[in-house]
């Protein structure tokens, strides 16, 4: 095992064992001792004592290979079934692992005594089972072989001949007692009655497995000169005859292949065991390894693809009594299942169970999917996750549905469509990494948004305040009840909005004032006020909402005045009055607070502190106070030096005081992780500070920048370090990476040293207006098409759009493209360059708005709003508190008013009684016609049963009630709509005569194939026939391990198992009578010969009777079956030759099945192989055999030759 440093000290440190609480789902925690046994990569445990337990006494064990999943904290019924138990130990001590060869995983629960050897054990596990499945066939066999000694081997590490008896059935060996005892005492070469591992190893190695035949027959003449050993030269000749493979380096491929420090010479050779074990090894395995990588053009739209796809997910079993698990889940998703079924019924606190309804099967929570989904996604596939919703929900739940889909997924999740222009459905690499939900939608006439639809100028009219129903100012109490403040007030079609004022003088009763455009003090004023905040805000002494108010103010005054001296002094926020600032001083060593006043004059705030000296701005009047002094009863004091901001990020874990830049990049490459980060201090022309991170092996620098007190990274200011570091946490920081973790020597230590010698350092601080930034919204859209020249220049294609575009040149501009594929190979990346400036058109700004910022007639200054969507009841009262204000108004949402004793849920203030009644009428009119809307949308929900919040998630996968062909003739095809069919219909209409209909059909749109409800079993129909009718939605039981289910497995290996799978360009004629046509295509010949198998084996007693049965599964089906070998699992060898006519070899898949003849002559089940028949190689060949749920048998093999003969046009 080739560890690196740091990984060899984990796998060293899980070797000697750490005590863990194992917990169990049938009895109560108890602690253990875990550890690692190397040697046949296997997790052991045994009773935890203080004083030492041999290892080989191990209570149980786990092999490596059949773990799936190793998940950090507590989420496994062992856990569950222990609650107080569990309490006891933080999540960040425990860890779950996963394993398991069927579809229902097991799992080994435990709680280590601290999260670092938590962490190591996490670490140490998920590094051994990549690299478990990557080693080679001899030391595969090495660790079968040790696992079995080490069962039998006695206190001296031993076995005797009794032992080796035991041993031969276990592995389908037959063998009379007499012969076995001549071979054992052959090895036993001290006559001491046993064995040791080395002398156990030899046996079954020349005596037991290997069998010469098969190479005597047909590789010694051609392939060895001596019968005993294959040069270098000869097995490269067998590799380029035979197996019609070119390899550049064949010294190469046999070093990787014995990985023995005693055979890694120039020219090395293999033995004749050597050879056998190759040919049975995974490394010469039928499969084409090419097809393990995503190779299909993935730019089609998704109906151009076959989409692996779940039924009835949830379950575990049948579809009566079985459990629903969210277990489930993940398990098909990381079995690179794209499409998964979630079976929705009402739950009894408002949010859905899933679970199969009128049954007995168990619920599991809606919420708890999600979120399982969320997290397993994409662990093996980044190409779209299809949610199909079976929904049974009632309306309000539906609406709870709605909301958690977005809540959970937020930006995963398909809201809109990609194009509004789009004809065709996106391609699974424009929807990579996002989730799309099936399910029926409204009518498009049928909700409130629809109906009538809005044109962009008419949405546009609305959000202008001169456009809207009424605006002007009413009145709102203050938090403490006592005073009426003035709020200005817009109200659209559906909502009362208002943002808050902070005087009411010289405000004139006639609100139109206010908005009147012709007003010329508007405007500038407007302007003016804008730039003075900005004055003000920057400033440092500025301290804004200051975190703690007066205490905090204290605490800083104090803390400088030592320093800075008398005057010294910071102003803030004011906590009680909206819109004013407190100004804090240092004077006759005592701090001193001064409330800052603000009004309205003429239309613009003022601000004084004494009514007879007013300011235009806050910065204007520190900046008087600065000279003049502040006159007080008993003092008088000019404001001197500032006091500086609260050092909030000192202490913080990614803050360095006292680190230079190759400090910074040493400890950055013992971290390789993307979006590592830390702060320095600096001095770097002016600037204090620097962000020193990771991205794509590379170590970067960045400046941040300071203007005043504020903080900037590109465009983006922040109030303080933390802030930044707090944003780009969680928001991409460089491209599309964020700030992912802090890095300090604490934490280098705990998770140990992997210092990346292979890492590049700019030796330069990038320039942050490459950073992304927020407030540099000038884009472009290209028209015309434009090749780079250069390395930094822009690639792009007409219509793109350039955003953060900054005017460098009159010629040259620079900004950033989303591309398909950056330059480092990454699809959709940021990535930022040149372009010529002739080439571009420069959008408007309301041509590209941010989709993400809800509009609104007061866009950021709205402080509040009233739904009128629900119907809202209206009254006008007079006011009789005597507290200033005339009249009120009282808007109750719940559609009663104040006869019912219900609260209004806002009353507003007015001073005018025809005021009063205008805006009471103008409430009143527009609540009334959203109660009607929503009435309508109401009826059409019940009669189509669907929640608009629901049905407005639905874009792409819009369910069909019923297929209707002549509808679909008459009608077209729909893009966006979907049928499904249960199977019995499916094959009616799909596999008859209409067969090429559906061919067209399937070119646009998608459907989806589910098993008929009696099968109660679970039991799984024959998904081929469907999938060459085009159906990309073949929907199974993915936890039944049965004939049907096996060929899904197989056929979605293809491409890399990302669970897309591009259909054959014959599909894809423009005419019905072409796919007619195109089923007489000229078939290839298969030729095959079925030469030998090892390490068969069965569950029970017994020795293994084997016959291999091959069938050819396409357009047409047939299958051929070798005779029996009677008691030989280890080594049978049969000889026999098939050959099979295959049409349309793109749709063919070849299955290869080994059964047990048993004593009846019945065939009883040991292993299958399912392959597309595109995707196997010529040659001789091994074929590595599955269980019934796909998983991988130990060692079980066949070796078989393939061929194919080609017609001469073929392609």
């Known amino acids: 095992m080739n560890f690196i440093p740091e990984l060899e000290q984990v796998i060293n440190q899980l070797e000697r064992g750490t005590v863990v609480t194992k917990f169990f789902l049938r009895k109560r925690p108890e602690k253990r001792t875990l550890s690692i046994r190397r040697e046949t990569r296997q997790i052991i445990w045994h009773r935890w004592k203080w004083w030492y337990v041999p290892r080989s006494l191990c209570e149980g064990a786990v092999d490596v290979r059949e773990i799936k999943l190793v998940r950090p904290g507590k989420s496994s019924k062992d856990f569950d079934r222990w609650p107080e138990d569990s309490k006891r130990h933080d999540a960040g001590k425990c860890l779950v692992i996963f394993y398991g060869s069927e579809f229902r995983l097991r799992t080994l629960s435990l709680a280590a005594l601290s999260e670092k050897e938590s962490d190591l054990w996490i670490r140490g596990l998920n590094f051994l089972c990549t690299d478990t499945a990557k080693i080679p066939y001899p030391l595969q066999l090495n660790m079968w072989l040790r696992k079995e000694f080490y069962a039998m081997a006695n206190h001296r590490g031993n076995i005797t001949l009794k032992e080796m008896k035991s041993f031969l059935p276990r592995v389908n060996c037959k063998m009379s007692t007499n012969k076995l005892r001549d071979m054992f005492q052959s090895v036993d070469t001290r006559k001491s009655g046993e064995v040791g591992f080395d002398d156990f190893s030899a046996l079954f190695h020349d005596q ?83 097809n393990s990588h995503v190779s299909q053009d993935m730019t089609r739209p998704i109906s151009h693809y ?111 469509s990609l194009d509004k222009n789009e004809t065709q459905l996106p391609s699974p690499e424009q929807l990579k990494r996002r989730i799309i939900l099936k399910h029926k939608k409204l009518p498009e006439n049928g909700t409130i948004e629809e109906v009538p639809a809005k044109l962009p100028d008419e949405v546009s009219k609305e959000m202008d305040l001169s456009n809207t129903i009424r605006n002007g100012v009413m009145y709102l109490k203050d938090d403490t009840g006592l005073e009426w403040i003035p709020h200005f007030f817009v109200l ?204 794509q092996k590379a170590i970067k620098h960045c400046v941040i920048k300071e203007e005043g007190r504020l903080f900037m990274i590109g465009a983006n200011k922040f109030e303080s370090l933390t802030d930044l570091i707090s944003h780009y946490e969680k928001y991409p920081f460089y491209k599309k990476v964020r700030l992912t973790q802090a890095v300090n020597e604490d934490y280098v230590q705990s998770v140990g040293v992997n210092f990346d010698e292979d890492v590049y350092t700019h030796t330069d601080y990038l320039d942050t207006n490459m950073l992304c930034s927020e407030g540099n919204n000038l884009r472009v859209r290209a028209i015309y098409e434009y090749r780079a020249r250069r390395t930094d220049e822009l690639s792009f294609m007409k219509d793109d759009i350039i955003s953060n575009v900054i005017k460098e040149d009159k010629d040259w501009w620079r900004g950033t493209l989303l591309t398909q594929t950056d330059a480092f190979g990454t699809p959709g990346a940021l990535v930022q360059g040149w372009f010529p400036a002739n080439y571009v058109h420069e959008l408007e700004p309301e041509e590209c708005p941010d989709d993400d910022e809800e509009q609104t007639p007061l866009g950021s200054l709205q402080k509040g709003s009233v739904e009128m969507t629900l119907g809202a009841y209206v009254e006008i009262n007079k006011n009789s508190s005597g507290d200033g204000m005339p009249f009120v108004i009282k808007i109750y949402t719940d559609g009663t008013g104040s006869g019912t004793g219900s609260t209004p849920c806002i009353i507003l203030g007015l001073k005018s009684e025809p005021d009063a009644k205008e ?53 077209g095809r729909v893009f966006y709509e979907m049928y499904s069919f249960p199977e019995t219909a499916a094959e009616k209409q799909m ?60 056929k979605f290996r293809q491409n890399g198992g990302c669970g897309y799978i591009l259909r054959p360009d014959f599909m894809f004629k423009t005419s019905e009578e072409e796919l007619a046509l195109s089923a007489s295509s000229e078939p290839i010949i298969v030729s095959l010969t079925i030469l030998g198998a090892r390490h068969l084996s069965k569950s029970g007693r017994g020795i293994v009777s084997p016959f291999v049965e091959v069938e050819i599964i396409g357009n047409t089906s047939e299958s051929r079956k070798t005779k029996t070998i009677s008691d030989n699992g280890l080594n049978p060898f049969w000889n026999e030759s098939f050959e099979f006519e295959v049409h ?37 060949r091994s074929v590595p055999l599955q269980n019934g749920y796909s998983e991988e048998l130990e060692l079980s093999s066949l070796l078989v030759h393939y061929s194919v003969k080609r017609p001469p046009n073929f392609v």
Not at 602 to 612: A, C, E, I, N, T
Not at 936 to 941: M, P, S, T, V
Not at 996 to 1009: A, E, N
Not at 1148 to 1155: E, G, H, L, S
Request: hydrophobic share 35%; aromatic share 12%; glycine share 6%.
């Open 208 to 290: 037991l497995v290997h069998d010469r035949s098969i190479f005597d027959e047909y590789f010694a003449e051609k392939y060895s000169n001596d019968r005993n050993l294959i040069s270098t030269r000869e097995f490269e000749s067998f590799l380029k005859t035979e197996q019609k493979e070119v390899v550049v380096d064949v010294c190469t491929v046999i070093r990787e292949y014995l990985q023995d420090p005693l055979r890694d010479v120039q020219l090395p050779e293999l033995t004749v065991p050597e050879f056998l074990d190759y040919l049975y090894s995974k490394q010469n395995e039928i499969w084409d390894s090419r």
């Open 306 to 416: 076959w989409i692996a796809s779940s039924h009835n997910t949830y379950l575990t079993g049948d579809q009566f009594s079985s459990e629903s698990s969210v277990e489930a889940y993940t398990r098909c998703l990381l079995q690179g299942c794209r499409c998964v079924e979630l079976d929705l019924w009402d739950g009894n606190d408002g949010i859905p169970f899933i679970f199969h309804g009128h049954t007995l099967t168990t619920k599991i929570k809606f919420v708890d999917v999600l979120k399982a989904i969320k997290e397993y996604a994409f662990a093996a596939s980044d190409f779209p996750v299809i949610l199909s919703l079976e929904d049974h929900c009632t309306l309000p739940q539906q609406r709870k549905m709605a909301q958690k889909f977005q809540e959970i997924f937020g930006d995963m999740l398909v809201t809109q």
């Open 492 to 695: 659209t079609g559906t909502r009362l909005l208002y943002t808050e004022m902070t005087s009411d003088d010289d405000i004139g009763d006639d609100a139109s004032v206010i908005a009147d455009d012709d007003d010329p003090h508007d405007a500038s004023n407007s302007k003016k006020k804008t730039n003075e905040e900005e004055l003000h805000f920057s400033e440092k002494w500025f301290h804004g909402r200051l975190k703690g108010g007066r205490n905090a103010a204290n605490e800083l005054i104090q803390q400088y005045a030592p320093h800075l001296g008398e005057g010294c002094f910071l102003v803030r926020e004011s906590e009680n009055f909206v819109g004013d600032f407190t100004i804090s001083f240092w004077r006759s060593g005592r701090t001193h607070h001064a409330h800052i006043h603000s009004k309205y004059e003429w239309g613009q705030v003022k601000y004084y502190l004494v009514d007879s000296l007013t300011f235009d701005s806050l910065y204007s009047l520190i900046t008087h106070y600065r000279s003049n002094p502040i006159k007080g009863l008993e003092f008088h004091v000019k404001l001197g030096e500032p006091v500086p901001q609260p050092m909030s990020h000192e202490g913080k874990p990614w803050f360095h005081t006292n680190l230079d830049r190759n400090g910074a990049e040493e400890l950055l490459r013992k971290v390789p992780i993307d979006g590592a980060y830390l702060v320095r201090a600096i001095s770097h022309n002016d600037a204090r500070f620097a962000i020193s991170f990771r991205f």
């Open 919 to 971: 805006w009471c009428e103008a409430i009143r009119e527009t609540a009334q016609s959203a109660s009607d809307r929503e009435n309508k949308n109401k009826r059409i929900e019940r009669m189509n049963r669907i929640a608009k919040e629901l049905s407005s998630l639905i874009v792409y996968c819009c369910s069909v009630n019923k297929f209707n062909m002549d509808r679909v003739r008459s009608k």
């Open 991 to 1050: 596999l008859g005569l209409d067969r090429p209909f559906f061919m067209c059909h399937h070119q646009v749109q998608l459907s989806r194939v589910y098993p008929k409800g009696q099968r109660l079993d679970s039991s799984n129909y024959n998904p081929v026939p469907l999938w060459n009718a085009g159906c990309q939605m073949v929907a199974l039981n993915y936890q039944t391990p049965d004939k049907p289910m096996q060929l899904n497995q197989g």
């Open 1144 to 1180: 349309f070899p793109e749709l063919a898949m070849i299955r290869f099945v080994v059964q047990d003849e048993d004593v009846f002559g019945d065939p009883n089940f040991i292993g299958q192989a399912s392959y597309p028949v595109p995707c196997v190689r010529e040659g001789y």
